[in-house]
């Protein structure tokens, strides 16, 4: 289900903006892209690919407030897994802490305004004695905050 939040101003303030769920993903991809140039991230996995990579997905996004610009914004959560061909651990969390870093020490240009992250969680889950690839998977939560800019006339 794709996501849309659609702010509306007051009456004579001439502010109409929209974020939707792609747009997040697709400042983060390419962000992601440039900056952590060696782990691929996706949304859907190509059939073939071999770790490491991650996959990224909007776990949730609401409007922070109902006030009119400047002060709307929307607030989310996005939820990056990544998977490592490594046993350890500390490969996996290596990465998840580069992702984690360059998306918290940059604000990202996302459609109408500005997307900043702020640090979350990361797990790594028990790797399971019965799985068949010996890959280790991690989980990075990280929730934004989406404001809005005014439209020039």
């Known amino acids: 289900m794709a996501m849309t939040i659609n702010p509306r ?4 303030h001439g502010y109409q903006g929209s974020i939707h769920q792609g747009d997040v993903l697709e400042a983060l991809f390419l962000h992601l892209k440039k900056t952590v140039e060696d782990v ?6 190509p059939f073939d690919s071999k770790p490491p990579y991650g996959v990224m997905q909007v ?3 609401h409007p922070g407030n109902g006030l009119p610009f400047p002060h709307f914004y929307t ?3 996005v939820t990056l897994q990544v998977w490592s061909a490594y046993q350890g651990v500390r490969p996996l969390t290596d990465i998840m802490h580069r992702v984690s870093d360059v998306l918290t020490q940059t604000p990202l240009a996302c459609g109408l305004g500005v997307l900043t992250f702020q640090a ?3 797990e790594v ?3 399971l004695m019965t799985a ?4 280790r998977e991690g989980r ?3 929730p934004f905050h989406f404001q809005h800019k005014k439209e020039e006339k």
């Open 59 to 61: 776990a949730s996004m």
């Open 75 to 77: 607030e989310g959560v």
């Open 132 to 135: 068949q690839k010996k890959w």
């Open 120 to 122: 979350g969680a990361l």
């Open 125 to 127: 889950p028990t790797q």
């Open 9 to 12: 101003g007051r009456q004579g």
């Open 40 to 45: 691929p991230f996706f949304q859907c996995v």
């Open 140 to 142: 990075l939560t990280l």
